[in-house]
């Protein structure tokens, strides 16, 4: 009898780790369409697709409400990434610090580990649902509720694309593309407390957080570890037990498997 290896005990693209500094477009593209956090969302904008043509609102209210999530998410992922996910409140507490930890903590640790880029579907779809269906509800009643919450769901997975294709190796041709993926770069290896932003920096512009370039500000010593040093896991061990410790190297200085 033949034995199978060991790697295929778990069948599938995702029995091992990916980093995006690692990886192709072509790489990334069939890991994206892989990931079940999108699927489950493509599911979901499918679902609320097929709530509208149930019970439609009139074209008017449909697009009003399409405009508003689309309006509203990128200021909803402002607030949250900076006041939420670069808190210092959220690692204190037993029940958050692991919620923290997996949502962004982990990230920040090693930015290009593409299996903590995602973020957990526990999270993102009950606050894409709060953000997009009372609004929508408004508008257009269920019609618009439906809408709303799909385009919601889209563009997470638009803007969940976009963050992948920034952390990957390469210098992208078009101009905009570049640009965010600076400004997304300088955030994790540089100063983490702007550009909070992934495809939309305008309310980086308007709250003062914005900068284009790293000789603006100094390099932040809490940008890979977003606060949490030894001296606070004395204090808060949460995430630190969660971790087996609490790392300050660079991801580059570290061995990592993949």
């Not at 919620?99 to 593409?114: A, G």
Request: aromatic share 12%; hydrophobic share 45%; net charge positive.
């Amino acid at each position: 009898m033949t034995r199978m290896p060991a790697t295929t005990a778990k069948a599938g693209f995702w029995n091992k780790s990916h980093h995006l500094d690692r990886m192709t477009l072509r790489e990334l593209v069939v890991a994206y369409l892989q990931y079940p956090a999108i699927i489950l969302y493509l599911g979901l904008a499918a679902a609320g697709i097929g709530g509208w043509f149930y019970r439609p609102a009139p074209v008017l209210p449909s697009l009003a409400a399409i405009a508003a999530a689309v309006i509203l998410f990128p200021l909803v992922w402002y607030l949250l990434h900076r006041w939420v996910l670069h808190s210092r409140w959220m690692w204190r507490h037993s029940l958050l610090a692991a919620t923290w930890k997996r949502i962004h903590y982990d990230h920040h640790q090693d930015p290009n580990h593409l299996e903590v880029l995602f973020g957990s579907p526990a999270n993102v779809v009950p606050t894409v649902a709060a953000a997009t269906i009372p609004v929508g509800w408004l508008i257009g009643g269920f019609g618009g509720a439906a809408a709303a919450f799909a385009t919601g769901m889209i563009t997470t997975c638009v803007n969940e694309f976009f963050h992948c294709i920034q952390h990957l190796s390469y210098r992208p041709r078009n101009r905009w593309l570049a640009a965010i993926k600076q400004r997304h770069m300088a955030h994790h290896f540089h100063d983490e407390t702007g550009n909070f932003g992934i495809t939309n920096f305008g309310w980086d512009r308007l709250f003062g957080t914005l900068y284009n370039k790293v000789s603006e500000r100094a390099k932040s010593p809490t940008v890979f570890n977003l606060g949490y040093t030894p001296e606070v896991a004395a204090r808060h061990p949460h995430v630190a037990r969660l971790s087996g410790g609490v790392e300050m190297r660079p991801p580059s200085q570290r061995h990592r498997k993949g």
